[in-house]
């Protein structure tokens, strides 16, 4: 039979200890005894008890000092003491000072058996509290992560023996999977944590700006260069540096990123200083660097000293386990900023994301559900609620996914561009990355789905979609 909790009772008394520990096993309970204060103390490790029933008047160490030292150490302990009926003034400053409660004496055995009862309860709440925290604690240590599927949690385990090392990390993964988060999680469990950790799009800027941003430039280095600017390697000086889309890097900055992994010294823009900083390299991206070094658009050496560690993250896709943590995680959040009260999502709602291939991963579950979040007007999200390419009711729209076997190439080919488009936010450089095609073909294939539209066989696929214009290349 299972214990019902862990009492260590303390007691000057051998005869009163001895007819507590007895009536306390015969109600189901593990007991433990100490003589004193002191031996008390010594105990509460080993034992670890639920509950400490202790007289308050002993030699050497009483009850209240005991129960403060002991607090001091276990602060969610639970403590009842014990008092003569004419000293109840004591047991109440022990209560004051964090004691449960308090019983007379001569005890009365029913009080008995109800106040240790309801400790133990009391008890067993506060540890399950803690435990919680500390998990908590360990999920924060590595930010907000569903990481349930096997394939996350065996990232999470690398990622936790990468980050207390200097070894620069290359993580991949398909636009939206989370590349950023994991080069922060890296950096919070890194013994860099409390410097910067600095961030740099290398897609966002053009070379010559890019090559500033990244060293530094001196006073009339370029024209519009005012004065010395520091880039983001000295800032992140005894921190880390994160370089998103580094597969975006032209090869003459390539160059000097990689001497300065190499030598861990640069020169600003302009000048002739030579500076030192100690900066851990992460680096992210979305494209087959293999394939960008065959195309000779990436160094080769510069990949293999960004790529000590290699971290893949694996589309949503492959993970559609965590689709319902997610979606429940975004809908508490996106809810709470809405000032909405949604119990969460109907069978169905569930069954249509779990259904959907996410092209856009992470972050298109996330704008689903915000969009979800914003249009509910009941109690749970319903597939109406959802973007109509996710909905598991009857397509009314011809942009519903085609079936398979039964649909052409062309249904399928104008169905995976479109909606790689929608989830894109219309930008052919990202879709076309994600496709693995040209933005060049993207266009192409738009103009040939309107023309079909126009000459009135639509396939299944249009929508709104299919207007979209050469000019809106997004960034």
Do not use: W
């Amino acid at each position: 039979m299972a214990s019902r909790g862990r009492i260590l009772i303390v007691d000057d008394e051998a005869n009163a200890r001895a007819a507590l520990s007895e009536i306390l096993r015969e109600e189901g309970y593990t007991t433990e005894t100490a003589a004193d204060g002191f031996k008390a103390l010594g105990k509460l490790e080993e034992f670890a008890p639920d509950v400490v029933l202790t007289d308050l008047k002993m030699p050497g160490l009483d009850g209240i000092r005991m129960m403060e030292k002991a607090l001091l150490a276990l602060p969610d302990a639970t403590f009842v003491v014990m008092t003569a009926f004419g000293t109840i003034s004591s047991a109440v400053e022990a209560v004051k000072k964090g004691a449960y409660n308090y019983l007379t004496k001569p005890l009365d055995f029913s009080v008995l058996a109800v106040v240790v009862e309801r400790a133990v309860e009391r008890a067993r709440l506060l540890q399950e509290n803690s435990r919680l925290r500390e998990r908590l604690r360990e999920r924060n240590a590595f930010g907000h992560v569903i990481a349930s599927h096997p394939s996350m949690a065996k990232l999470l385990r690398l990622v936790e023996q990468v980050a207390p090392s200097r070894a620069s990390v290359l993580i991949v993964g398909e636009t939206g999977t989370g590349k950023e988060l994991i080069a922060e999680m890296i950096h919070r469990a890194s013994p860099r944590s409390k410097a910067p950790l600095v961030r740099l799009n290398c897609a966002a800027l053009s070379e010559s700006l890019l090559e500033s941003e990244l060293f530094g430039h001196e006073r009339g280095a370029f024209t519009g260069a005012v004065g010395r600017r520091e880039g983001r390697f000295e800032q992140a000086n005894n921190g880390t540096l994160f370089l998103d889309e580094v597969s975006e890097i032209p090869l003459a900055t390539q160059v000097k990123l990689l001497r300065f992994l190499q030598e861990r010294t640069f020169e600003r823009v302009g000048g002739n200083e030579t500076l030192k900083v100690d900066v851990r390299i992460l680096a992210a991206s979305n494209r087959d660097l293999r394939q960008r070094i065959a195309d000779g658009l990436f160094r080769e050496d510069l990949y293999y000293r960004l790529n000590v560690v290699t971290l893949e993250i694996p589309p949503l896709r492959e993970r559609r386990s965590d689709i319902p943590e997610l979606a429940t995680f975004f809908l508490g959040r996106y809810a709470q900023e809405n000032g909405k009260r949604i119990e969460g999502f109907t069978d169905e709602a569930l069954s249509a994301l779990t259904g959907y291939p996410f092209p856009g991963n992470v972050r298109e579950l996330e704008n689903a559900i915000e969009r979800a979040a914003v249009l509910c007007d009941g109690p749970r999200i319903e597939p109406r609620h959802l973007p109509v390419q996710m909905s598991s009711e009857p397509a009314e729209a011809a942009d519903a996914m085609p079936r398979i076997p039964g649909s052409t190439i062309y249904d399928l080919e104008r169905y995976a561009i479109l909606r790689t488009l929608e989830a894109c936010k219309g930008s052919t450089s990202k879709a076309a990355t994600i496709l693995g095609i040209s933005p060049r073909k993207i266009q192409y294939k738009l103009h040939e789905y309107s023309a079909v539209s126009a000459r009135g066989r639509a396939r299944p696929g249009d929508g709104p979609l299919g207007e979209h214009h050469e000019g809106e290349e997004g960034a």
